[in-house]
């Protein structure tokens, strides 16, 4: 740009200095033949009338010496998205295939982790209602609700329920460990995108040290007709385009990878609420009933059917507490023997 601004200013200074000497001279010639014709000159010499300049004669005359009119300067063009895309080469495409896995996960978790298919309102009510009030919850309607509703949250409570008849610390270590195991499992997912957030970046950026090394090779042999610049600044532009590629597919997917873990996170801490609440229900059966595979209470064996603990009936004379008689020693008399008997 700087070279052609001199260039231009000299052809606009030639363009004026011919333009004027050209009207000086039309103007002189027009003021000696307007003379001649006063001053009465002879008719007879003249052969032809003179030629008369018409003004599109000098408007023809001004064109010809005119300079020729510089190119227009060229507007920048837009950057097309699409050719910009294939101008990053193989590199985009697993920039490509990792922005399809973020987005088909990102929508099946999204689908997934509803509230009403964690933790299904019904449910949720039928066991309130069941454990309305809490001594009197039957741990076999609350398993036929969880089996009626199959969710993550009827797989801790129907962890728990399989649970009756054990003290009340196993059982809340048992909700905890399911609800751990049912949430790790709805996570697992969600790692994926964590992968993709982390790991796409980086991929752009081998793409584009790849593309600058091209370049700076290609610099090494360059035709007359370009400069070092221009081909160094033509490949570094096509270089970062796998590192735009790389961030804009990495940053969605580590919005929606933090999302949904808190999603997850704040399900299953109702769930485990919801445990805790339903756990005193089932301390009652402690020792003496326990639930079945079918969901039906069965005594525990060597305890009574009514919960009620019984003392053992005292051993019948001639028995010891173990039930068995007790003989007498040897050299010790029948007498003394049956008085050793009711000591025991």
């Known amino acids: 740009m700087t070279s052609t601004q001199p260039h231009t200013a000299e052809n606009e200074k030639r363009f004026r200095t011919r333009s004027t000497f050209a009207c000086l001279l039309m103007c002189l010639l027009a003021t000696t033949m307007a003379g001649a014709r006063v001053w009465g000159q002879d008719d007879e010499l003249q052969g032809e009338p003179p030629a008369t300049l018409q003004p599109a004669d000098i408007q023809a005359m001004m064109d010809d010496n005119a300079a020729p009119a510089p190119p227009p300067a060229a507007e920048p063009s837009g950057i097309d998205m699409l050719s910009l895309i294939a101008s990053g080469g193989r590199f985009m495409i697993p920039i490509g295939l990792m922005s399809v896995l973020v987005l088909t996960l990102?929508?099946?978790?999204?689908?997934?982790?509803?509230r009403e298919k964690i933790l299904p309102a019904d449910l949720v009510g039928e066991l309130r209602e069941i454990a309305e009030p809490i001594d009197a919850f039957d741990p076999t309607d609350a398993y036929e609700a969880c089996l009626q509703n199959p969710s993550p949250t009827a797989s801790v409570i129907g962890s728990m329920l399989m649970r009756t008849g054990q003290p009340l610390g196993e059982i809340e270590r048992t909700a905890n460990e399911t609800i751990q195991r049912e949430a790790d499992r709805c996570a697992a997912p969600i790692r994926w995108l964590n992968l993709a957030a982390a790991a796409t970046p980086l991929m752009g950026l081998l793409g584009t040290v790849w593309g600058m090394i091209v370049a700076f090779h290609e610099s090494t042999s360059l035709s007359a007709d370009r400069s070092r610049s221009e081909q160094l600044s033509e490949g570094i532009y096509t270089a970062l385009v796998t590192t735009l590629a790389g961030l804009a597919v990495a940053i969605p997917a580590a919005i929606f990878a933090q999302y949904l873990e808190n999603r997850v996170v704040k399900l299953f801490h109702r769930i485990q609420e919801l445990a805790f609440e339903l756990a005193p229900g089932l301390a009652r059966f402690a020792g003496h009933r326990r639930m079945d595979s079918t969901g039906a209470l069965l005594p525990i064996d060597g305890a009574h059917a009514n919960l009620e603990p019984i003392s053992p009936p005292p051993p019948p004379p001639g028995k010891s507490s173990s039930g068995y008689r007790q003989e007498p020693?040897?050299?010790?008399?029948?007498?003394?023997?049956?008085?050793?008997?009711?000591?025991?």
């Open 329 to 344: 020693r040897t050299g010790e008399s029948p007498a003394a023997a049956g008085r050793a008997a009711k000591a025991n």
């Open 106 to 114: 990102a929508v099946e978790r999204m689908l997934s982790l509803r």
